[in-house]
């Protein structure tokens, strides 16, 4: 049995069901639970390319020689469902259930995944699949409208991109109706997660591991799921209790050391002079520093694989321009390449004709040779003070290396040494770009005046303009040297108002050879009286709740409902600059990642409480969005998943 796949890669040329079909083949069953990564034919089913594959064929029209194949077979029906036993609708490529941006967007996905299977020959093996094609398909699973809302912006009857940034080096100022996509969606986690790490507090970042790993000892194990990451346990018994009258005047003295010593006797205490980096980290952590005890290993942060490649030499960051050099027209036809490749809605003569535009300049990160593995694409305007980003990719296999940082940091030094009156950057971040580019200084409020670049950055449908600024005295390409003093001058400080560094001797009583059986007196236990400790706080000492069954039924409940696949809009808090008016509509708002702060803290007294809050997110969402709107179709969608599964649960207790 055959079943037809479209082989066009021409958005005008696709109806709604070829377009719902290449989105299908590239993204997750919704009910399969994660077993099905993309919609596969059946063994039973043979895919064949359908009619138009045939009519584009460069030996003309071969249906004149004839045929015992039904290959050409006008009526061929498509490729409808999934080895799984599940639909094309069913692997998120409803047509009425996404809203039309987003299913749009989900088509040039597809569509761009099509074309690097075609270029391998793979276009017709649903079982193939590289690092360009993992890279691209991540796009397929999370909703632009999840990330940050879309600028729609007036734009004119014919959607296709136009001539690149005007300037008075090239166009003339034309009306805004370009659509380009400037994308940053190449760029891996992996760098957002280093820049998370260092926006950490200080401390944070210090005691991060050693958190992780007390919480893995006391939380069940859990299974996987999509949407907000489940945060870290806190464990209040160990402060004291919020409802402890202050202190008498007695234990005032006691606590600071009106008594001489311990029960009278003086108490031996060592002053520590000088401090090694481990037992810095440690104070800053809020950790006890004890020369007797070794510090823990890997507190330091370790050097970024990017920057050990640029210190051996195997990659180098190297500027390049249209200047009709071959060792130019190489490096400019590799950052072609690697644009198209990871900027899948971008059209790719579109993203040819600027990467060589004479008056556009570029930056790149060459591997071993000329292999293009990362790089920018900019147009500066040095008249008028500012230079727009218009590409910015690195390449997949290399994602987790941190080149997206590095790069950025040396295309801030490249314009300071290269157009040294130029400190402004502008670009059009897409959805899943605006992250990144918060992280390395940029940010959505404009500041530069808009006559300076309103005539020469065009508005475009779908993303965010965002502006950065550089100082004249931050030396970009030492930003770790600069980190470093402001760490010291933090510890310095730590130090002046800490008594953390005063180590004091430990209790001989309970040393090897020592009797057993021996019974220690809290007050004769060296520093415990001067860290603020009475008899009292240990009488009046609040122990943990005990988690029982239901609190772990709850969470697995909550985990369920987070990684529905139409979930994404109730993950989050909605919030107040982009819909206005929504807290003067909902005055009780609800929220999953708000359920889960609730759950972990034990707000939750019975069950019922939890449902109730569940209840609330879907009844909010239902009055605040008209029954049209997708968010409300939504809403009923997950409200009666969470009754099946109450459902199923009440039949299996019986």
Not at 134 to 140: A, D, E, P
Not at 198 to 211: F, G, I
Not at 542 to 554: K, Q
Request: glycine fraction near 6%.
């Amino acid at each position: 049995m055959k079943a037809a796949y479209p082989a066009s890669d021409q958005l005008s040329q696709l109806n709604g069901t070829q377009r719902a079909l290449k989105i299908a083949r590239h993204s997750p069953c919704a009910i399969c639970d994660g077993s099905c990564p993309a919609l596969h034919p059946p063994v039973d089913i043979d895919v064949v390319l359908d009619q138009q594959f045939t009519n584009e064929s460069s030996l003309g029209d071969l249906g004149q020689y004839g045929s015992d194949a039904d290959d050409d077979d006008p009526d061929l029906p498509y490729l409808e469902t999934c080895a799984c036993g599940h639909d094309v609708r069913d692997h998120n490529a409803d047509e009425f259930e996404l809203e039309p941006a987003e299913f749009a967007r989900r088509t040039r996905v597809a569509i761009r995944l099509d074309e690097l299977l075609h270029d391998v020959g793979k276009l017709l093996d649903f079982h193939y699949s590289d690092e360009d094609i993992v890279s691209l398909r991540r796009q397929m699973r999370v909703p632009a409208s999840l990330v940050s809302p879309q600028i729609r912006t007036p734009s004119s009857p014919e959607q296709q991109p136009s001539s690149p940034v005007s300037s008075i080096l090239s166009d003339p100022p034309q009306p805004s109706n370009k659509r380009r996509r400037i994308s940053i969606s190449s760029l891996s986690e992996a760098d957002d997660d280093d820049d998370e790490e260092e926006d950490r507090p200080l401390a944070a970042r210090m005691s991060l591991k050693t958190s992780t790993r007390a919480e893995k000892s006391t939380r069940p194990p859990a299974s996987k799921r999509s949407g907000k990451t489940r945060g870290k346990a806190t464990h209040k018994a160990q402060t004291a209790p919020a409802s402890l009258l202050p202190p008498s005047e007695l234990e005032k003295a006691q606590m600071n050391g009106g008594v001489n010593g311990v029960n009278g006797h003086v108490n031996g205490v060592k002053v520590e002079d000088v401090m090694d980096q481990s037992q810095l980290s440690r104070l800053a952590a809020g950790v006890t520093v004890d020369t007797g005890a070794t510090a823990p290993a890997g507190v330091s942060r370790t050097e970024k694989i990017a920057v050990t490649e640029m210190r051996r030499g195997v990659i180098q960051i190297t500027p390049v321009e249209n200047d009709s050099q071959p060792r130019s027209f190489i490096i400019l036809a590799g950052l072609k390449t690697l644009f198209q490749k990871q900027l899948p809605n971008m059209p790719r003569e579109y993203i040819a004709r600027l990467v060589f535009d004479s008056n556009s300049r570029g930056l790149a990160i060459i591997k071993r040779g000329y292999k293009v593995v990362g790089g920018i694409c900019f147009r500066p305007f040095p008249h008028r003070g500012f230079a727009e980003i218009v590409f910015f990719a690195t390449a997949s296999a290399d994602q987790e290396k941190g080149y997206g940082g590095m790069l950025m940091d040396h295309f801030k030094a490249h314009i300071k040494s290269a157009y040294p009156g130029m400190l402004h950057f502008l670009t059009y971040a897409d959805n899943y770009a605006v992250g990144y580019f918060e992280k390395q200084g940029f940010s959505k409020d404009i500041t530069l005046d808009r006559s300076v670049w309103a005539a020469y950055i065009k508005d475009y449908e779908g993303g965010t303009i965002m502006q950065c600024t550089m100082l004249n005295k931050v030396d970009y390409l030492d930003k770790p040297n600069i980190l470093a003093q402001q760490q010291e001058a933090v510890m310095t400080k730590i130090r002046q108002m800490s008594k953390s560094h005063i180590v004091y001797p430990g209790l001989p009583r309970f040393q090897p050879g020592e009797p057993e059986g021996i019974t220690v007196d809290p007050k004769d236990v060296p520093g415990l009286r001067e860290s603020g400790w009475t008899l009292k706080m240990a009488m009046e000492e609040v122990r943990p709740m005990p988690r029982n069954a239901d609190t772990y039924y709850l969470e697995r409940i909550l985990r369920e409902l987070q990684g529905h696949p139409q979930a994404w809009a109730f993950l989050q808090p909605v919030k107040a600059e982009e819909v206005p008016d929504y807290y003067d509509v909902i005055p009780s708002p609800m929220d999953f990642s708000t359920m889960e702060h609730k759950l972990e803290t034990n707000q939750y007294p019975s069950i019922e409480a939890f449902l109730a809050d569940a209840q609330l997110v879907f009844d909010n969402c239902k009055i605040y969005n008209p029954e049209h709107t997708i968010y409300h179709r939504n809403a009923i969608k997950v409200e009666k998943f969470l009754k099946d599964q109450l459902l199923e649960e009440f039949k299996r207790d019986g």
